[in-house]
């Protein structure tokens, strides 16, 4: 079983009121996720732990570079964003590194799958 873990801080609101609907992650991260796998989705620190929010399938994963994000992805990874740049500064926060419109990232389409 894979997960997709996200940070309390940034997403415990957005996920458990079914708000997000895509993440992006940097890197080529095809091999992965894939279409129609199921995955659980998790908040909690790196290496810590973690609770599981719910089950999802993944619907379409996409590689891309930062600058041919939509406004649709960009809006479907935090309703409050609004452009490349809002995600630029997300990503630089959480990897840690300068991040530009020229990296690739992997843009990950997920459905909650209510049991």
Known sequence: MFA????????????KNNRKTVTI???NKEDKYTE???VWVTIGPR???????????????????????SPRDIERENPEFRSQDDVIGLLSRVYGDLITPAHTVTVIYFSRVDE
């Open 4 to 15: 997709l873990n996200f940070y309390s801080d940034l997403y415990g609101d957005v996920l």
């Open 47 to 69: 290496f810590g732990r973690r609770q599981k929010l719910y089950s999802a399938i993944i619907d379409r994963v996409e590689v891309k570079p930062i600058s041919e994000l």
């Open 36 to 38: 129609g796998m199921i």
């Open 25 to 27: 992650r940097m890197g």
